[in-house]
Structure formats: structure tokens, C-alpha cells
T-cell receptor, first 108, second 114 residues
């Protein structure tokens, strides 16, 4: 089975840094994705990790430890437009299994 | 390069009715997956189509069925609608296996069953 856990909500101040953790227990692993989803919109791709370590893309970074079943998404220099839900998803043999999402609220 | 297009954007149906949702995949993508997203939840995998065949299915009953066409577009059909089927239905296209960029999602169809 698939079990993917992430915090429900996080709040941070504009310009700050927020780290969203994701732990997973899955029957197969072929990579971990992070998506951003604004209310009522499609999830949009942020990052992909298949090997252990840190991947950096501008203000966003993602880390993976396969032995610990753990990933995090780091959002730096937060902007108001970063207020959204962030979804952690693990790819198994042929599908993505998603966590419930973390709602990040950025305050001025 | 066009993205993933879904239609309709919103739909209201009565319990017991049938519904068909449509998805046009991104150019160059040959695999289509469908997901159901209830309010406040992450998307749940329904099934995936590759080369017009279903090649993976999640924990959804047989009244959820689909098709993929030679141009890689796809349909999701739901029979005997139930109130719990109310959700955002997302279509995602990809290259076979998903690649390093995973899946491109459409904006979804918001289905309300009353």
C-alpha cells in the first residue's frame, strides 16, 4: 500500500523560508515529485528527486533520503503568490500516489 | 506546444446519471492518467491508459471506465453517479513512464452530484 504524510497547514511571513516535510511508505519507488496547486487549478510541477540529495531550482529546493523515506520542499524568499497547496507525490510502477497536501499561507 | 485540455470545466449531475469527461493530452505525450481529487485531499489515482489500453487501475469500482483514442486523447466515464463522486477530476498526460518532468495536469472538471 501507499502512505504519504505531510503537514496539513503552515503559515509564514513574506520574505521568510518555509520547509514542508513529506514522509512516505510505498510498495515501489521510482521518484518523488512536488507540485504546487492553487485553489481550483491544476497541480503544476515544481521538482523531481529520484536520487538522494538536494535539487535546487531558483527559490525552490527539494531534498530526498530514500533510506529514510523522507523528502522536504524548501521555499525561500516567500512571496504572496506562493500561498497555495503543496503536494508530495511518489511514483510507483505506473502511477503517482499523493499526500493530502500542505496549505501554505504567506502573510505580509 | 499545447498543454492538457479538459472539458467541461464544471458539471452538475443527478445521482444515478452517467457522465463523460474528456481530456486532450499534451503534444508528444502518449500516456494519460485520471485522478479524483476530493475537497481538501490529494488526487487519487483512478486509472492510466497507454496505447489505447488500460495499464493500471486504482481502487475504484467498475462503474468508472475509460477510453484512449489513437490521437492519445481520453475519456473518463462514470455510471450510476453517487453523491460521493462529487470531486475535481484531473487528467494528466506524460511520456511513457513519466520521465523526469512527470505529468502535465489539466485544470480539471469540477463534478457536482446532487
Amino acid at each position: 500500500g501507499q502512505n504519504i504524510d505531510q503537514p496539513t497547514e503552515m503559515t509564514a511571513t513574506e520574505g521568510a523560508i518555509v520547509q514542508i516535510n513529506c514522509t512516505y511508505q510505498t510498495s515501489g519507488f521510482n521518484g518523488l515529485f512536488w507540485y504546487q496547486q492553487h485553489a481550483g487549478e491544476a497541480p503544476t510541477f515544481l521538482s523531481y528527486n529520484v536520487l538522494d540529495g538536494l535539487e535546487e531550482k531558483g527559490r525552490f529546493s527539494s531534498f530526498l533520503s530514500r533510506s529514510k523515506g523522507y523528502s522536504y520542499l524548501l521555499l525561500k524568499e516567500l512571496q504572496m503568490k506562493d500561498s497555495a497547496s503543496y503536494l508530495c507525490a511518489v511514483r510507483g510502477d505506473y502511477k503517482l500516489s499523493f499526500g493530502a497536501g500542505t496549505t501554505v499561507t504567506v502573510r505580509a | 506546444e499545447t498543454g492538457v485540455t479538459q472539458s467541461p470545466t464544471h458539471l452538475i449531475k443527478t445521482r444515478g446519471q452517467q457522465v463523460t469527461l474528456r481530456c486532450s493530452s499534451q503534444s508528444g505525450h502518449n500516456t494519460v492518467s485520471w485522478y479524483q481529487q476530493a475537497l481538501g485531499q490529494g488526487p487519487q489515482f483512478i486509472f492510466q491508459y497507454y496505447r489505447e489500453e488500460e495499464n493500471g487501475r486504482g481502487n475504484f469500482p467498475p462503474r468508472f471506465s475509460g477510453l484512449q483514442f489513437p490521437n492519445y486523447s481520453s475519456e473518463l466515464n462514470v455510471n450510476a453517479l453517487e453523491l460521493d463522486d462529487s470531486a475535481l477530476y484531473l487528467c494528466a498526460s506524460s511520456q511513457e513512464g513519466g520521465g523526469d518532468y512527470g505529468y502535465t495536469f489539466g485544470s480539471g472538471t469540477r463534478l457536482t452530484v446532487v
